[in-house]
């Protein structure tokens, strides 16, 4: 597996290149062709923390982890404890295809929420851009699971529509489609 590594506000040393490199390349064994990869690990400080990010995009599946510590090799250690169990996991759904059937939602009333907060205070603090791979709904709810998010933004494979499968509080899936 290819590794590239990116220090933000700290001087990747050549001690933590080479954890990092000993560390993820026990990620190989999960892979057939483990050359065709590539992970991508950012590491950062903010204040007291040691941030470590492992990103590892796959042909349907985009395995990541972000573990905060206050020693590095401890961020580390568990950002890669994360990706094995990701790994197992989707390996375990993808066998057992055990994923919940999905149904459309209709949404004829939507009440908007009270905030606490005043939306004149509230500000935009991130932007991402994501270009939406084109999946049916049951790989979008696994890569959702994975990633650890409430939602994911796909493409339809049957529609070729911009859609967003949600968890919801009960614990089912919704989707909304785009017109």
């Known amino acids: 597996m290819k590794i590239i590594i990116h220090g933000t506000k700290v001087k990747v040393t ?11 390349s026990k990620l190989d064994k999960y892979f057939e062709n483990s050359d065709e990869y ?14 470590v990010e492992i990103t590892i995009p796959l042909s349907n599946v985009i395995l990541r982890s972000e573990e905060k510590k206050d020693d590095f090799y401890a961020a580390v250690d568990k950002s890669i404890d994360k990706l094995e ?12 295809k055990k994923v919940k059937k999905i149904e459309n939602f209709v949404f004829d009333e939507v009440k908007p929420r009270k905030t606490d907060v005043d939306s004149n205070n509230s500000k935009i603090v991130k932007r991402k851009s994501i270009s939406p ?37 009960d614990g089912n899936y919704g989707v909304i489609e785009s017109e």
């Open 38 to 51: 590539i992970a991508t690990v950012n590491v950062k400080i903010n204040k007291n923390d040691q941030i």
């Open 133 to 169: 791979k084109p999946m049916n709904e049951e790989e979008a709810i696994l890569q959702m699971e994975l990633l650890g998010h409430d939602f994911f933004v796909y493409t339809s494979d049957v529609t070729d529509r911009i859609c967003v499968v949600y968890k919801r509080k």
């Open 85 to 96: 169990r990701q790994i197992r996991k989707n390996k375990t759904r993808m066998m057992s």
């Open 14 to 24: 050549s001690a933590m290149k080479d954890y990092i490199d000993e560390k993820v």
